[in-house]
């Protein structure tokens, strides 16, 4: 299996980093193939909302007119080459980081939306789908940050659009109650809870 860990996060060896190193660490215990895309390092320009991607049917992805981190042999490419998906943010002011919206903005290349057409359709909607992991942390406790933020529905949108269905998602609450925060042994429980269920 070859998988790509998409890490939204600003802050170097927060909590999303430590998950992602763990399940990086399980999966390659298992055999699997590892890609991993720090966010905070790539070059991704903004999306320019032109829509030239969108124009050409068929269900690979289109071609974005930047030349970046995303686009050409990029983190689309990664993702396309990818049999699973781990998308991972961190909650800020209630949704997904900035850094990681503007990855979801660039995903735009996964939409078939020709000018005249109503709306979009996702170019991944048909065949099968790929499974993902997605996982937030909050300041808040995870009971109250599921329902309350927005965080995994932005990632569970984001793994739809590039073809992928979560078939886990791990929210890590309180994780601003010390400066270099760690993550408890039940939070360990449900990250390998996790990767299990991409494996099978």
């Known amino acids: 299996m070859r998988v790509v860990t998409i890490n939204g996060s600003y802050r170097k060896d927060g909590v999303t980093d430590q998950v992602l190193r763990e399940i990086t660490r399980e999966l ?100 099968r789908q790929k499974p993902a992991v997605i996982i937030s942390s909050s300041s808040a406790p995870a009971w109250m940050a599921r329902p309350a933020f927005n965080s995994l529905r932005q990632l569970k949108w984001s793994a739809k659009a590039v073809g992928a269905k979560p078939v886990a998602s791990v929210c890590i609450g309180t994780v601003t109650d010390k400066p270099k925060p760690s993550l408890s042994q039940r939070d360990w429980r449900k990250v390998k809870k996790s990767v299990r269920k991409l494996l099978h």
């Open 28 to 127: 390659e215990d298992e055999g699997a193939c590892v890609e991993s895309v720090v966010l905070r390092d790539e070059p991704i320009e903004f999306c320019l909302n032109c829509r030239e991607c969108t124009q050409r049917d068929g269900c690979n992805p289109g071609q974005c007119v930047l030349a970046d981190g995303m686009a050409g042999t990029g983190i689309v490419e990664k993702i396309e080459r990818a049999n699973a998906v781990v998308l991972a943010s961190p909650t800020n002011m209630g949704t997904v980081t900035a850094l990681f919206k503007r990855f979801m903005e660039r995903l735009t290349v996964y939409a078939y939306w020709p000018w005249g057409a109503r709306g979009p359709v996702y170019r991944k909607a048909k065949g």
